[in-house]
């Protein structure tokens, strides 16, 4: 099956050299790496990492304010002495 890839320069570099050390076609490098890469997903079947378990929720959200983000240490100083007021 033919695939097509575009690589950065330095990608196509370095396939083109391992090709050269190896004495290899670049597809059989490429496949290679591939195989290399799924193996070593494989034999890491252990406990996710926290971002592994929700990467796939990163960057999900729509709406809401824009500046959720911004000036969070002033807001969660305000709920903190909001919070000792009431104590």
Known sequence: MALSARLDSKTEALVNRMARRRGQTKSQVIREA?????????????????????????????????????????KFRRILLKQRRRE
Do not use: M, N, W
């Open 34 to 74: 591939i195989r290399v890469l799924a193996d070593f997903q494989e034999e890491r079947k252990g406990p996710l990492s926290p971002y592994e378990a929700i990467a796939h929720l990163i960057g999900c959200a729509h709406g809401g304010p824009p500046d959720l983000s911004e000036r969070t240490g002033d």
